[in-house]
């Protein structure tokens, strides 16, 4: 079985372009989540979903951030203009139910420059 | 105070031996607990939970302490596999999934 998968696996981009990043959930599990490593900091929550709808966007920096999971499937998070404290390692887990552990991608090193 | 605090490390250890990681988290309402590991590069992958009653799962043994917000690891006989960053993970209060992560100490078991 798949596990989550992410994509793009890197990314290099000029400070105030966009960038997508993707997400593919394991099959089946309803709850998406999307944290981010930024250098020398600990791995922090952005938001979950839970099929389509945002269950907590707590942790979503700024009005620059917009996550999307359309039908429930795959997500997007989307940075727009990008700044330099952007850069990091954005991570997508998912879970089957509430619960239950949280599979990990491997992540999309963004590096806005 | 950072929510979850962990070991500055890093932690260099011949195979063989044993060592500890140690954990303290601020939020008394914190539900669940766990140890993820993540080697480098890689996506963070779950250890194991961590239990008031204390478990093990071979040579690894977790124990949590709710009264002081203390959560350790102990790796026995410790392999080069094992070399990886080692994360205190805590999950808020009932009702929200959102995990918490310390920052990680980093572990180097040498032949």
């Known amino acids: 079985e798949a596990g989550v998968t992410q994509f793009p696996s890197h990314s290099v981009i000029e400070k105030g372009q966009t960038v997508t990043l993707r997400c593919d959930p394991i099959?089946?599990?309803?709850?998406l989540y999307w944290y981010r490593r930024v250098m020398g900091k600990e791995i922090k929550f952005l938001l979950h979903?839970?099929?389509?709808?945002?269950?907590?966007e707590s942790g979503m920096p700024n009005n620059r951030f917009l996550a999307e999971r359309t039908g429930g499937t795959y997500s997007t998070l989307k940075v727009q203009p990008a700044e330099l404290e952007d850069s990091g390692v954005y991570f997508c887990?998912?879970?089957?139910?509430?619960?239950?552990?949280?599979?990990f991608g491997q992540g999309t090193r963004l590096t806005v420059v | 105070r950072k929510e979850v605090e962990q070991d500055p490390g890093p932690f260099n250890v011949p195979e063989g031996a044993t060592v500890a990681f140690n954990c303290t988290y601020s939020n008394s309402a914190s539900q669940s607990f766990f140890w993820y590991r993540q080697d480098c590069r890689k996506e963070p992958k779950l250890l194991m939970s961590v239990y008031s009653s204390g478990n093990e799962d071979g040579r690894f043994t977790a124990q949590l302490n709710r009264a002081s917000q203390y959560i350790s690891l102990l790796i026995r006989d410790s392999k080069l596999s094992d070399s990886a960053t080692y994360l205190c993970v805590v999950k808020a209060q009932g009702g929200s999934e959102k995990l918490v992560f310390g920052k990680g100490t980093k572990l180097t078991v040498n032949p």
């Open positions: 099959s089946g599990h309803d709850n």
């Open positions: 979903f839970v099929k389509e709808s945002k269950q907590d």
């Open positions: 887990a998912s879970s089957l139910v509430m619960n239950t552990e949280a599979f």
